[in-house]
């Protein structure tokens, strides 16, 4: 499994620290840029500095390897 990736109830999660909302915010836009080349959406949950993403594939309601894909994106861009 990527790095500090938890599986929970069937989802990928990961929490994102950044040093102000500026910066998490642009993380999250990179991350769009990402899932929409991928055509595969996260769940994105953003307060202030910090940014949670939970991964899973929707029509499967299961964790598949779109979602270690995704994952493994999302770490190349902290």
Known sequence: MQKDWKNENGKLIKLFKFKDFKEAIKFINAVGEISESLNHHPKIINVYNS?????????QNAIT???YNLAEEIDQLN
Not at 51 to 59: A, F, K, P, R, S
């Open 65 to 67: 390897d779109l979602d």
């Open 51 to 59: 940014v949670e993403i939970q991964l899973w594939t929707h029509d």
